[in-house]
Each structure stands twice: as structure tokens, then as C-alpha cells.
């Protein structure tokens, strides 16, 4: 773009991307359910963003959007050296969170003695798109692009169950007695 003097004119638009990104996440992923599950009495969460970019983000999703409790997200704070530790989501590196899950360094339960272990807990590495997961029975990692796209799918195949069940009951009962026939003959002996 030129200006009246013709020198070139650049206009520079800054987005609140904390925003954008609940906001696309709210049309992807239904946010009562999510809020309803953490909101159960036998369900508790944490959240380690490893003081990676990954933490206003987890305070605007579980403490504004979800109404959790703050001390859910763990290492919420960016800091330029993630706090002299190495922001990699897994069993060596995320050891606050995997201690706090009740595992050690190779993924096995240790003694926690009467503390009450999370229910479910995440952990992203410093720009957030490497994650780890973990449980109660088991911990996996994976890109959250894989993880996205992984749940973005399950919530399109749901969608389209719901929205195609009743042709589906339909076709179903059509092909079922040929289905029916084809499974219960047997092969030729030639």
C-alpha cells in the first residue's frame, strides 16, 4: 500500500491469539462436556505447560473457559528459559508432572503414600506442540497436531453417526439377512 507521498505504508494488525485459539478450539470440542467431566467430585486434572508459551493459553481454556481452579495449570508462567529446565513433554523432563501422577522416570507407579493422584494429566513442551499425556494407567506422547486432528476426526465420525444413524438402521436392516446368508455359507470344494 502507497501513501499520499508515495512511500510504502504498512499496516500491522494485532490479534489477541489466546482468543482465537479458544475460540477455535470452543467449535471443534463440545466445552459443557469438557466442563461437566472436570467439574466431577472423582475427576482431577493438571496441566503443565512447562513455562512454555503453552500457559496463558491453559489459563484462559481451564480457569476462565472451564471455571477450574488455577492450581491446575502447573508452570503457567512463559519464562524465556523455561525456568533452567527443558520444556520436552516426556518422563525425563516433565518431572514435576509425572511425579505428581504417581510415576517415576520409566513410567511406573511409585509410592505416593496418602496423596490423592490426578485423575488425568497433560504436559506441552515450550511452543506447544509436542504433548504428553497421562492417566492413572498409562502416559503417551504424541504432536498436537496428531492430537488435534485425532479429536477433531472423532468428534466428525460422531457427528456423522448421529446425523446418518437412521439410513444407516435402515440400510442395516436391508442387508443384514444377505449379510446374514453370505457369513453362514460355506466355501466351494472344487
Same mark, same amino acid.
Given at each position: 500500500?502507497?501513501?499520499? /507521498?508515495?512511500?510504502?505504508?504498512?499496516?500491522?494488525?494485532?490479534?489477541?491469539? =489466546?482468543?482465537? &485459539?479458544?475460540?477455535?478450539?470452543?467449535?471443534?470440542?463440545?466445552?459443557?462436556?469438557?466442563?461437566?467431566?472436570?467439574?466431577? %467430585?472423582?475427576? =482431577?486434572?493438571?496441566? /503443565?505447560?512447562? &513455562?512454555?508459551?503453552?500457559?496463558?493459553?491453559?489459563?484462559?481454556?481451564?480457569?476462565? %473457559?472451564?471455571?477450574? /481452579?488455577?492450581?491446575?495449570?502447573?508452570?503457567?508462567? !512463559?519464562?524465556?528459559?523455561?525456568?533452567?529446565? &527443558?520444556?520436552?513433554?516426556?518422563?525425563?523432563?516433565?518431572?514435576?508432572?509425572?511425579?505428581?501422577?504417581?510415576?517415576?522416570?520409566?513410567?511406573?507407579?511409585?509410592?505416593?503414600?496418602?496423596?490423592?493422584?490426578?485423575?488425568?494429566?497433560?504436559?506441552? /513442551?515450550?511452543?506447544?506442540?509436542?504433548?504428553?499425556?497421562?492417566?492413572?494407567?498409562?502416559?503417551?506422547?504424541?504432536?498436537?497436531?496428531?492430537?488435534?486432528?485425532?479429536?477433531?476426526?472423532?468428534?466428525?465420525?460422531?457427528?456423522?453417526?448421529?446425523?446418518?444413524?437412521? !439410513?444407516?438402521?435402515?440400510?442395516?436392516?436391508?442387508?443384514? !439377512?444377505?449379510?446374514?446368508?453370505?457369513?453362514?455359507?460355506?466355501?466351494?470344494?472344487?
Amino acid at each position: 500500500m502507497k501513501s499520499d /507521498d508515495g512511500s510504502i505504508e504498512v499496516i500491522v494488525e494485532v490479534i489477541n491469539s =489466546t482468543k482465537a &485459539h479458544v475460540a477455535l478450539l470452543k467449535s471443534i470440542f463440545n466445552f459443557d462436556a469438557i466442563k461437566a467431566l472436570l467439574d466431577r %467430585e472423582d475427576f =482431577t486434572m493438571i496441566y /503443565d505447560s512447562m &513455562h512454555g508459551v503453552n500457559g496463558p493459553y491453559a489459563k484462559a481454556i481451564f480457569v476462565q %473457559e472451564l471455571g477450574q /481452579d488455577e492450581a491446575c495449570c502447573l508452570n503457567a508462567t !512463559p519464562l524465556d528459559d523455561f525456568n533452567g529446565a &527443558h520444556a520436552d513433554p516426556n518422563l525425563t523432563y516433565a518431572k514435576e508432572l509425572v511425579k505428581l501422577m504417581g510415576l517415576d522416570k520409566k513410567g511406573s507407579k511409585i509410592d505416593v503414600g496418602t496423596r490423592k493422584v490426578p485423575s488425568f494429566g497433560a504436559a506441552a /513442551d515450550g511452543d506447544a506442540d509436542r504433548n504428553m499425556v497421562s492417566s492413572l494407567t498409562f502416559f503417551w506422547f504424541c504432536s498436537f497436531i496428531l492430537l488435534l486432528t485425532l479429536c477433531y476426526l472423532v468428534s466428525l465420525i460422531r457427528s456423522l453417526v448421529l446425523n446418518f444413524l437412521s !439410513p444407516l438402521q435402515t440400510l442395516w436392516l436391508l442387508l443384514q !439377512p444377505m449379510l446374514t446368508l453370505f457369513l453362514s455359507s460355506k466355501p466351494r470344494a472344487d
